[in-house]
T-cell receptor, first 114, second 112 residues
Framework: DTEVTQTPKHLVMGMTNKKSLKCEQHMGHRAMYWYKQKAKKPPELMFVYSYEKLSINESVPSRFSPECPNSSLLNLHLHALQPEDSALYLC?????????????FGPGTRLTVL | GEDVEQSLFLSVREGDSSVINCTYT??????LYWYKQEPGAGLQLLTYIFSNMDMKQDQRLTVLLNKKDKHLSLRIADTQTGDSAIYFCAESMRTGGFKTIFGAGTRLFVKA
């Protein structure tokens, strides 16, 4: 298994909803990442988990809450989002934590906040 | 600084070579990467180069690194229509913990 999977593929939610994005990899990678990508823009790093511990939080608003329940899973819990949070949310993993940043990306979850 | 700059568009004919250029500003970069993103998809790592190398070749792809000028290029030989995508240059740098900074991406159009 050499891929990163993300669910759901698409998500539409209201500003009062609570939802979660899920990411899974079975490559034995020990670092996992969340990125946010707006249309026609590069991915922006949100969080990095190394060995299941949060190692980088790029000053992301608290309405985004990451969770790494084990070495294969990464969740992003969403609550009270704003329309400007609509974007493609990409998960990635790498064999080792940074600086070895050869990252494998999932296909993304396209999030729309109404 | 954390800037990674790329030209936004490149158009080539099928069969020609494509050269996508990138400049970066941080001399502490350790790895430099090229990612490909097709519409509606995630990013696919194409190749990477360690900062103490100046060239790397992998089948149709050639990466050149000029560390003095902080210039990175990706050459795609015999470009095919399936190569049409956005290509992101990225650097892994030490800044309060290592992270990857992406350029804005170069959209490659391949004309048949």
């Amino acid at each position: 298994d050499t891929e990163v999977t993300q669910t759901p593929k698409h998500l539409v939610m209201g500003m009062t909803n609570k939802k979660s994005l899920k990411c899974e990899q079975h490559m034995g990678h020990r670092a996992m990442y969340w990125y946010k990508q707006k249309a026609k823009k590069p991915p922006e790093l949100m969080f990095v988990y190394s060995y299941e511990k949060l190692s980088i939080n790029e000053s992301v608003p608290s309405r985004f809450s990451p969770e790494c329940p084990n070495s294969s899973l990464l969740n992003l819990h969403l609550h009270a989002l704003q329309p400007e949070d609509s974007a493609l949310y990409l998960c990635a993993s790498s064999h080792s934590p940074p600086p070895d940043n050869e990252q494998f990306f999932g296909p993304g979850t396209r999030l729309t906040v109404l | 600084g954390e800037d990674v700059e790329q030209s936004l568009f490149l158009s080539v004919r099928e069969g020609d070579s494509s050269v996508i250029n990138c400049t970066y500003t941080d001399s502490s970069s350790t790895y430099l990467y090229w990612y490909k993103q097709e519409p509606g998809a995630g990013l696919q790592l194409l190749t990477y180069i360690f900062s103490n190398m100046d060239m790397k070749q992998d089948q149709r792809l050639t990466v050149l690194l000029n560390k003095k000028d902080k210039h990175l290029s990706l050459r795609i030989a015999d470009t095919q229509t399936g190569d049409s995508a956005i290509y992101f240059c990225a650097e892994s740098m030490r800044t309060g913990g290592f992270k990857t900074i992406f350029g804005a991406g170069t959209r490659l159009f391949v004309k048949a």
